[in-house]
């Protein structure tokens, strides 16, 4: 007859699949549950991120890219293009740069032989005899007076009036949207810029007569300095990047913001990608720059001679861009260090270990090293931003955001990591203990070392003593038994010394 008990191993055999004795198969709906439960964590990524997130991070870091790119051209068309406190810097290296007064000093003696016969005005201020040599002269002249006007153009008498001229157009040139002013002119697509005043000034400096300046007629040296059926076009983009700028930097700052906030638990990865970002927008501008610069002096330049001249002027007028791009790209660099230092690689880590005894005992001091190296920053000066007021305040509110976060992360992760294993407060009181044991061995020694000099000199002093109470005492035994000293004398003696001693 079969027993109704199971045996231990009928009982394991009869368990649940979990192991766990109790435990009850899942029902239909539990299963059910369970699947559903598990769905928002298979829809995670591989490396535990919310799917949804880390795309939405990475479109606002594209979007982010792009408006940097735009933001830069955009700032450089509003403060270098169109604006006249920033040409005016610009204009002094425009007319210092030596291809450049070249092919102006050229084309003026150029337009004065055009505009005005130099022979027949020659030939008036010449003596009978030598008028037939006037236009013999004239032509043996030009080439002098080619090197007399670029020479002139390096004078500051002459540099002062290019200086008004170009200044004056400039100004006007903002105004080209509304329709260009007395100096310079939008007809039909095209740019032109007066230089009648230089020209005549030039005219004076290389010692032609007078009557020649005077005849130059009011549309000579009107120099176009640029023509296309594109022009149009390219003033309402003008147009649109002066009001575009600031909306384009805050957006751009907004995104990269928003994306490192929403990056919880790899806002160090993100902050790399911010830097990636940033260093690609400058990369970018800078490519874009140069090949901007090739088609807009092939496309608006037809004559080969100026094309050297036409190509400096564009590298000196953009040269903001450029100082934009690199700006962009030495901010990306310090992003990456920033989001490494904060990543979860092991060097980071290892990095962050070795910080953590002093973000926990003195972090005072990281704050001081970085506000010590943000300060060297600015005063190398890099990048145009590093002497904007707002800027560097931005600077500073990031870098000791920076560090806060550092700080806070490293705290968390290594709390119990101390300076050589203990904190400053104990080691100072240990070191001040063994100091203060030190000086406490010092003088007991010291004073043990006195004591025992003291005794020794007592006890010197005390077999002295004794040593002469010996020697009387012998005296008097001598004297005594030499019939000198009756008994009752000796023992009167005897007491009196001895009561002495």
């Known amino acids: 007859m079969e027993s109704s008990a199971s045996s231990p191993d009928d009982e394991t055999k009869k368990l649940p ?7 009850k198969k899942p029902s239909g709906n539990e299963e059910k549950t369970a699947t559903m439960a598990a769905a928002p964590a298979a829809a995670a990524s591989g490396d535990g991120r919310p799917r949804g997130r880390k795309i939405a991070v990475r479109i606002l870091l594209v979007l982010g890219t792009i408006l940097a790119i735009l933001s830069m051209i955009s ?13 005016n810097k610009t204009s002094s290296e425009l007319l210092a740069n030596k291809q450049i007064q070249t092919a102006l000093g050229t084309y003026l003696v150029d337009q004065l032989y055009e505009n005005v016969d130099v022979p027949a005005e020659i030939e008036k201020v010449l003596p009978t005899n030598f008028k037939p040599l006037a236009p013999v002269a004239a032509a043996g002249a030009r080439d002098l007076i080619d090197k007399a006007a670029i020479a002139a153009l390096g004078q500051p008498a002459i540099q002062s009036v290019l200086t008004d001229a170009t200044d004056l157009a400039h100004s006007e040139a903002v105004t080209i949207l509304n329709g260009g002013g007395s100096t310079i002119s939008t007809q039909n697509g095209t740019i032109t810029l007066d230089l009648g005043a230089t020209l005549q000034q ?7 007569p007078a009557s020649v300046s005077q005849k130059l007629p009011p549309d000579s040296a009107v120099v176009t300095v640029a023509q296309s059926k594109d022009l149009e076009k390219l003033q309402n983009l003008a147009k649109a990047l002066k009001a575009v700028a600031i909306i384009s930097t805050i957006l751009a700052i907004l995104f990269f913001v928003i994306a490192v906030w929403l990056a ?13 970002g940033l260093i690609i927008a400058g990369l970018v501008v800078t490519v874009a ?6 088609q807009i002096v092939d496309g608006l330049v037809t004559d080969n001679s100026i094309k050297p001249a036409v190509t400096d002027a564009w590298n000196i007028g953009s040269s903001l861009l450029g100082d934009l791009a690199t700006q962009s790209i030495v901010l990306g660099v310090i992003f990456i260090i920033a989001g490494f230092i904060g990543c979860h690689a092991k060097a980071a880590q290892s990095f962050r270990r070795w910080m953590a005894p002093t973000f926990n005992d003195r972090p005072e001091i990281p704050f001081i090293i970085v506000g010590i190296l943000l300060l060297l920053f600015l005063i190398w000066g890099p990048i145009p931003a590093a002497s904007n007021w707002w800027a560097i305040l931005i600077f500073i509110a990031l870098a000791m955001l920076g560090t806060w976060g550092l700080w806070k992360q490293t705290t968390s992760e290594y709390p119990e990591a101390h300076l050589e294993g203990e904190g400053m407060k104990e080691k100072f009181s240990r070191a001040g203990a063994a100091i203060a044991g030190a000086g406490r061995s010092v003088g007991e020694k010291a004073s043990g070392a ?6 020794r000199a007592s006890a010197d002093k005390a077999v002295r003593e004794e040593d002469k109470t010996m020697d009387k005492l012998e005296r008097l035994q001598a004297l005594r038994e030499g019939g000198a000293l009756t008994d009752a004398e000796f023992e009167a003696e005897k007491k009196k010394l001895l009561g002495e001693s």
């Open 17 to 23: 699949e979990s192991g766990k004795a109790g435990d």
């Open 75 to 87: 700032v450089w068309a509003r403060d270098q293009a169109l604006d006249n406190a920033t040409w």
């Open 202 to 208: 030039i005219s004076k400096r290389v010692g032609l």
């Open 264 to 276: 919880t638990g790899w806002r160090g990865r993100a902050l790399i990608e911010v830097g990636a």
């Open 289 to 294: 720059r140069d090949v901007a610069g090739q």
């Open 450 to 455: 006195a004591a025992d000099v003291k005794a």
